[in-house]
């Protein structure tokens, strides 16, 4: 079929094969331009495989550390005449570049949050790898199925205690209108803990450890984020920040149950992205457009597979982990860089409608987004007929 984008709002509804490939492979050839990581991971489980932090995570693992990686995601596959969404089509690419090179690679798509999939990954690693050194975290769901009383939570995006109020950005049409935003109620805060805090990825390495398929002094990191003063009230202080806090608590009681084995666990402090998960928060987009301008003219602007990179390189498998004093490993420190925050800062009090286009890089945004679908490679002619019909080779 020919597939062209199809935006509603904040999603594509489609995604390209071709593009996603291209998205992959270009991950793929920076990872090995970069060279071998010392003493990098084996047998690695990535939990959110399919785009995005995980995505990268097991491309790194792979292609900068030829690891054997099961992935772990939740995708709709493709039907005739109907695209599969893009990390569907990011996994057919990785598995079948990481099979050219010998790797084991295979996938799991299913409902992370279910004791069924878990089931099946562990079976899987008995079956093929026996055990796992390292376990990537990296969900990011909008709900969450509870595994035993089946009870539906829904995660949402608002200030706690006090109405937020400020610039956002229509990323399409350029338009810096203002967003209000009304406080969440306390279930609300408990249904967004429930989703995005650490009580699943505690469940994973409880169900992982009982089963005996962690190695000895085996890794395991989720990601988090803090970011700046003007999305505070909106996200670290919100709802999802709450979520955050009990994410990185959980790090600390799950490397606690993993001292008998010298496992331990981390949480990394990401830099903020353009990913499917981000562009569904309000002010975020603003604020990235913001930040690319200034890490662009900095020359530290990185995307996902550098984030990452640079996590397992000089964090994560660098000898000792280097932490703040919540523990946590930032690798969003050039993000957080006083001189990027204050020319960002800076910006956000000038930028409107009418100046965007120049002080922000709403451009970048906007490639980043269609990119992430598969769209806007000018190697590729998206008029051409594509096989939408793919399938993970497993
Ligand atoms: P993403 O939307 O690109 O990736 C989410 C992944 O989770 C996908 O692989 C998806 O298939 C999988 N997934 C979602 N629900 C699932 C389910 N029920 N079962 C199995 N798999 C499921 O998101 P992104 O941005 O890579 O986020 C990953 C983590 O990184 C999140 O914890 C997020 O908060 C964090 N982070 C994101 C930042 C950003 O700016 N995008 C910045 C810092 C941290
Ligand atoms: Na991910």
């Not at 509870?146 to 608002?158: G, L, R």
């Not at 988090?224 to 608590?249: F, W």
């Not at 690798?331 to 120049?358: A, H, Y």
Request: glycine share 8%; aromatic share 10%; charged share 25%.
């Amino acid at each position: 079929m020919i597939i062209k984008p199809r935006v509603r709002g904040f999603i594509c509804l489609t995604a390209h094969p071709e593009g996603c490939e291209k998205n992959v492979t270009n991950q793929i050839d920076f990872t090995k331009s970069k060279g071998e990581i010392a003493d990098g991971p084996k047998n690695v489980l990535v939990i959110g495989a399919s785009t995005g932090f995980g995505l990268a995570s097991r491309i790194v693992s792979a292609f900068g550390s030829d690891s054997s990686t099961i992935g772990v995601f939740f995708e709709k596959p493709p039907m005739e005449g109907k695209p599969a969404t893009p990390g569907w089509y990011n996994t057919v690419a990785f598995e079948k570049e990481a099979h050219a090179k010998g790797l084991y690679a295979k996938s799991i798509n299913g409902d992370a949050f279910s004791n069924e999939i878990k089931q099946k990954t562990i079976d899987l690693i008995k079956s093929d790898l026996k055990k796992i050194d390292l376990v990537i975290y990296s969900l990011a769901s909008p709900r969450k199925v509870h595994p035993d009383t089946q009870q539906v939570y829904n995660s949402v995006i608002k200030p706690i205690g006090k109405t937020f109020e400020n610039k956002t950005v229509d990323f399409h049409s350029g338009t810096v209108s203002n967003v209000v935003i009304e406080p969440c109620t306390e279930e609300e805060v408990n249904n967004t803990i429930e989703v995005m805090g650490g009580d699943d990825w505690e469940r994973w390495i409880d169900v992982l450890k009982k089963e005996d398929v962690l190695s000895p002094e085996c890794l395991t990191v989720a990601y988090s984020y803090v970011g700046p003063e003007v999305t505070t009230p909106i996200y670290r202080n919100g709802s999802i920040g709450r979520a955050k806090d009990h994410l990185e608590q959980s790090a600390f009681k799950i490397s606690e149950k993993l001292k008998d084995i010298d496992g331990k666990a981390y949480v990394s402090v990401n830099k903020a992205l353009v990913t499917q998960a981000s562009s569904a928060i309000p002010v975020i987009p603003l604020y990235i457009s913001l930040l690319y301008k200034a890490m662009k003219e900095e020359g530290v602007h990185e995307g996902c597979i550098e984030q990452i990179y640079r996590l397992f390189e000089t964090k994560l498998f660098s000898g000792e982990i280097p932490t703040d004093e919540k523990g946590r490993i930032r690798i969003d420190d050039w993000e957080m860089r006083p001189d990027i925050q204050e020319k960002v800062s800076q910006l956000w009090d000038k930028v409107t409608t009418e100046n965007i286009g120049e002080i922000a890089d709403l451009e970048g945004y906007r490639n980043d987004f269609f990119k992430l679908f598969g769209f806007g490679y000018d190697s590729i002619d998206y008029d051409v007929e594509v096989n939408e019909l793919q399938e993970i080779p497993g």
